[in-house]
């Protein structure tokens, strides 16, 4: 089986099996064994559950752009909270078997999975488009950003303005529509475009988090130098692989 085919075919959540949800990739790991005794019941009860996707990279990866601190806490505090409340959502709502995704695109989210669920799911695409390793863009991106925003300049422009002008917390995204072209929105808090309460819907290929706690400690209140940065470390083959 390869890798595509074994990530599409792993999404399910079983009694008695970790989840692994479909955007996590190769690099998941299981959870290390605790020495605790569980009652059968129980371990029954709570085997159904997203894991926190290791980072890809080092928390000091990017020197120059997201300070190390800043990383630990938002992977280790911010998104294994996310996780951890998003399973414990889901537990009480009594939701087993789906992805992540087909949780999010759900017609009416509880609160606590709307909240979470976008939490963990909006954070797991973030650390995975972004790379300390830039080449930029394949021809075949360039193209396609080219036809759809005029020029990467434009594109790149749009893109940070769509984060600086997000008023409070959210994101950022590139999304494709169902008709394939790309288009840049943004979403208030963790919501995303997956979710039917966005203004836009689409596929997110490309997400930044614009929280204060994705950016404080380095760059205080100047969330607009932290979106020029950003958007330096993207991983554009990790973002052109998530076209169809
Ligand atoms: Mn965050």
Same mark, same amino acid.
């Given at each position: 089986m390869n890798?595509?085919?074994?990530?599409? !075919?792993?999404?399910?959540?079983?009694?008695?099996?970790?989840?692994? %949800?479909?955007?996590?990739?190769?690099?998941?790991?299981?959870? /290390?064994?605790?020495?605790?005794?569980?009652? /059968?019941?129980?371990?029954?009860?709570?085997?159904?559950?997203?894991?926190? %996707?290791?980072?890809?990279?080092?928390?000091?990866?990017? /020197?120059?752009? #997201?300070?190390?601190?800043?990383?630990? #806490?938002?992977?280790?505090?911010?998104?294994?909270?996310?996780? =951890?409340?998003? =399973?414990?959502?889901?537990?009480?709502? =009594?939701?087993?078997?789906?992805?992540?995704?087909? #949780?999010?695109?759900?017609?009416?989210? /509880?609160?606590?999975?709307? !909240? =979470?669920?976008?939490?963990?799911? !909006?954070?797991?695409?973030?650390?995975?488009?972004?790379?300390p390793g830039n080449e930029g863009m394949s021809e075949t991106l360039a193209t396609k950003i080219t036809e759809d925003f005029g020029s990467e300049e434009a594109f790149k422009n749009e893109l940070a303005t769509a984060g600086a002008k997000r008023f409070g917390s959210g994101w950022a995204w590139v999304c494709q529509d169902g008709d394939k072209k790309l288009h840049i929105c943004s979403t208030p808090n963790q919501d995303n475009p997956l979710m039917k309460v966005a203004e836009q819907m689409g596929t997110p290929i490309l997400g930044i988090d614009v929280w204060e706690h994705a950016y404080y400690l380095k760059y205080q209140n100047k969330r607009g130098d932290y979106l020029q940065n950003i958007i330096k470390i993207i991983n554009w083959d990790k973002v052109g692989s998530r076209m169809s």
């Open positions: 890798k595509r085919k074994f990530l599409k !075919n792993t999404v399910m959540a079983t009694t008695g099996m970790t989840v692994v %949800p479909s955007l996590v990739l190769s690099s998941c790991k299981t959870e /290390p064994k605790k020495e605790e005794t569980v009652e /059968p019941e129980a371990a029954a009860a709570t085997a159904t559950s997203f894991v926190l %996707p290791p980072l890809p990279y080092g928390y000091d990866a990017f /020197p120059d752009t #997201i300070d190390a601190m800043t990383m630990e #806490i938002h992977h280790s505090k911010h998104h294994q909270g996310y996780t =951890n409340k998003l =399973n414990a959502a889901l537990k009480e709502a =009594n939701i087993s078997g789906k992805t992540i995704e087909e #949780i999010l695109t759900m017609d009416e989210l /509880p609160t606590a999975i709307r !909240n =979470n669920g976008g939490g963990f799911y !909006n954070h797991s695409l973030y650390w995975d488009i972004l790379t």
